[in-house]
Structures are given as structure tokens and as C-alpha cells.
């Protein structure tokens, strides 16, 4: 019996249009009304992720950045794993010596050293997540988030990486040229003490080894005391593979990635066809049982 459903955002849970369609939000609030627990697993940050949940009334616990901080359904951090000077020094060497640009995610913000690169970047994402890319609304987006400064431009990262009072969770990078990023992934293996997975065909996502939807799911339902087995986990691409390789069920979405689908119990629809909802209306209903 599924007793805790875990999902992926972008490109799962979201439409391209970065939206939750009706159909299921209302899976969601059923769930919650037959009292199973549905978490958000993702490699967004907290306050870009809350952003756009909170708008649909849902109130639930969060896994961000790929597992580096997990929090409560009250928002509270009940565990984070973060990335060292070192560790930060050494993956931006790789990423400066390959030309891939990058973020850097931290408890408090992003930081970018170029905000009209990132602006490229996301109508990269957004094609390469099948969306017809809206210029204009990715741009409001981009100015939105600036505004409240959970997106910050910085000059030089180092200046980042030596601050006592922040910690850094995630580096995101981000290149059309796959060769570039193949170099890059091989060097950053080498590293050690690094997941290292991705979240679209076109990016790099890094977190500490111990920062993996996997890992944070399974703290998730021991706080919540509910067996692993109990848990159902839907999602897209290779970041959520350590969380569908955990789960009771795995449920990979007819748009993901082909290794996502090879390690998934069942192939639901497309986020752009009621995948997810249709996933958790069987769950519901008993099919996994």
C-alpha cells in the first residue's frame, strides 16, 4: 500500500509551461485527504521551489537541491549536506577549464556571474524539455527572482566560497555542447565525494556524495515513520534515479530519460499528458499495492 508519494518538479510534476494542471492537483488533495503523504523531491532550491507550489494551496515537505536539504511540511531544515571550500574550489577549476558555465546554489541564494547567460540557459532547458520557450515570461521570471534575491549576481565566486555564514549546496552547469560536458562530468568524477547527475540532456547538477534524492527520501519516511517499501517515487530524469531505485514503486514519466525508464517499475504518461496524475490515481486506487 503506497503510504508516501515523492515528486520530481520539472519535467515531471510541472508541464512545460511550469504549471500544475487541474487534473492533478486534485490527485495530490485526494492523497492528502486519504492520508498519504506526498513530498516534493527536486533539485530546485527551497525558495524556488515553494515559489511555484505554495500558489496552488498545497503544503508539503520538501527534498532540494537533489537531496542536499530536506525540510518538514513546516518548512523546517531537518537536514542538509553541503559542499566544502575544497570541493567548491576544485569543481569550479573543471567547469573554468572546460568553458561550462555555472551557478552556485547556497541556503540562501543562487548566484550567477552572468544573469543574461542564465537567461539562455533556461530557454535552452525549456526546449530541451519539449516547451515551446516564452522569451518574455522566462525573462519576468529571471526579474522576479532578482527582485526578491534568491537570484544574485556576483562578480567572482571565490568571494563566495570563503563566506563562514553561507553554505554552498549545488553547482548547476549548463553547455550546448555535449562534448564539453562529457569532459567535464569525467573530470568531476575523479574528484570524488560527488554526485554528480543531471536534470536535462544539456546540464551537469553536483551536491555533495551524501546529497541524493535517494538518500533524503529514505530520511524523509524514517521521520515519518513509513517503510520504504510504502513509498511510491515519480520522476524523469537521472537525478531521480537514486529515489526510483529506493522506492517501493518506481514511476518513470513517458517524457524522461531513457535510463530513468529502464530502472522504473512502470512508464506513466508525459507531463504534458496527466502523467503524473494518472500515476497517482492508480496508486490510489490500488493497482500498486
Known amino acids: 500500500m503506497v ?58 515537505p520538501y527534498i532540494c537541491l537533489n537531496g542536499a536539504q530536506v525540510r518538514n511540511e513546516q518548512h523546517e531544515v531537518i537536514a542538509t549536506a553541503s559542499l566544502n571550500r575544497s570541493l567548491n574550489n576544485e569543481i569550479s577549476s573543471v567547469f573554468k577549464a572546460e568553458d561550462v558555465f555555472y ?14 547567460r542564465d537567461m539562455e540557459i533556461f530557454l535552452d532547458l525549456a526546449h530541451q524539455n519539449g516547451g515551446h520557450a516564452n522569451e518574455a515570461l522566462i ?23 570563503n563566506r563562514e555564514d553561507e553554505l554552498v549546496l549545488k553547482f548547476l552547469g549548463a553547455s550546448t555542447s555535449k562534448a564539453k560536458l562529457v569532459r567535464a562530468k569525467n573530470y568531476l568524477y575523479d574528484i570524488g565525494n560527488l554526485a554528480v547527475s543531471a536534470s536535462s540532456p544539456g546540464n551537469i547538477e553536483l551536491t555533495h556524495e551524501t546529497a541524493q534524492k535517494g538518500i533524503a527520501l529514505e530520511t524523509m519516511a524514517d521521520v515519518l515513520d513509513i517503510d520504504m ?17 529506493k522506492a517501493g514503486v518506481s514511476v518513470a514519466m513517458g517524457n524522461g530519460s531513457s535510463e530513468t525508464k529502464a530502472i522504473a517499475d512502470v512508464v506513466t504518461e508525459t507531463n504534458q499528458n496527466e502523467g503524473v496524475a494518472r500515476a497517482i490515481e492508480r496508486a490510489l486506487d490500488g493497482e500498486f499495492s
Request: no cysteine; charged share 30%; net charge negative.
Open 3 to 60: 503510504k508516501m508519494i515523492a515528486l520530481d518538479m520539472d519535467g515531471t510534476l510541472l508541464t512545460s509551461e511550469h504549471e500544475i494542471t487541474d487534473r492533478t492537483q486534485k490527485a495530490i488533495k485526494r492523497a492528502l485527504s486519504e492520508g498519504v503523504q506526498v513530498v516534493i523531491a527536486t533539485g530546485r532550491a527551497f525558495y524556488e521551489a515553494h515559489a511555484a507550489i505554495k500558489q496552488y494551496g498545497l503544503k508539503l
Open 103 to 116: 551557478q552556485v546554489y547556497t541556503d540562501r541564494a543562487i548566484y550567477t556571474t552572468d544573469l543574461e
Open 229 to 245: 517499501k510504502d513509498v511510491m517515487a515519480v520522476g524523469d530524469n537521472l537525478n531521480d534515479i537514486s529515489m526510483l531505485k
Open 139 to 161: 525573462r519576468q521570471r529571471m526579474e522576479e527572482r532578482v527582485a526578491r534575491k534568491s537570484m544574485i549576481e556576483i562578480e567572482d565566486y571565490r568571494e563566495l566560497f
